[in-house]
């Protein structure tokens, strides 16, 4: 079966930084998306991968390695805005989303 | 510009009554997709379309059905309801951005079945 696993919540300073890990066992690979989505809204775009290494894009980054079926999340300089949940979604080899649970990041001052 | 709007946003029903969710796009979007989110689990795909007139299963279609008549509505009917279909659904539309296919969402709309 599609799989993707992401951490259920973790914690984080204001200020410092956190890194959101998500592993994914998929049928085939064509990219790798991660979303935001704060409490009771819309999940909203962050960033897309389909080739290994790292995006940056401003305070946010991603990183992807495909030999390893894995990809993390970086957020730097944390702010109280970025509490919310993360979504990864894989797309498969049919072109189909497979999503994340979420991790659900709560900032601390 | 609105974006994906998503109606009603809240809606209570009992076992066995119907409803249909009405979403709008003003992004003139040729693909557009109705999600359910249930907590602890990934957002789930239950019908999409990739053009007016077209409409397709996705990963738990049962118990609902979809139409596409116009390219910039896209409706999501509950045939009877069950207990089991209380969730938020999530409406989206999509565009291709720099080679990927970029969902922007609407608001949701939660519903609860009695």
Redesign the interface.
């Known amino acids: 079966g599609q799989n993707?696993d992401q951490p259920?919540e973790m914690t984080a300073t204001e200020g410092a930084i956190v890194q959101i890990n998500c592993t994914y066992q998929t049928s085939g690979f064509n990219?790798l998306?991660w979303?935001q989505q704060h409490a009771?809204?819309?999940?909203?775009?962050l960033s897309?991968n389909?080739l290994d290494g790292l995006e940056e894009k401003g305070r946010f980054s991603s990183f992807l390695s495909r030999s390893k079926g894995y990809s993390y999340l970086l957020l730097k300089e944390l702010q109280m805005k970025d509490s919310a949940s993360y979504?990864c979604?894989v797309?498969d080899s049919n072109?189909?989303?497979?999503?994340?649970?979420?991790t659900k990041l709560i900032i601390k001052p | 510009n609105a974006g994906v709007t998503q109606t009603p946003k809240f809606r209570v029903l009992k076992t066995g009554q119907s409803m249909t969710l009405l979403c709008a796009q003003d992004m003139n979007h040729e693909y557009m997709y109705w999600y359910r989110q249930d907590p602890g689990m990934g957002l789930r795909l239950i019908h999409y379309s990739v053009g007016e007139g077209t409409t397709a299963k996705g990963e738990v279609p049962d118990g609902y059905n979809v139409s596409r008549l116009k390219k910039q509505n896209f409706l999501l009917g509950l045939e009877s309801a069950a207990p089991s279909q209380t969730s938020v659904y999530f409406c989206a539309s999509s565009s291709h951005v720099s080679g990927a296919n970029v969902l922007t969402f609407g608001a949701g709309s939660r519903l609860t079945v009695l």
Do not use: H, K, R, S
């Open positions: 993707i259920t990219g998306f979303y009771g809204e819309a999940p909203t775009f897309y389909v979504l979604a797309v072109y189909q989303l497979i999503w994340g649970a979420g």
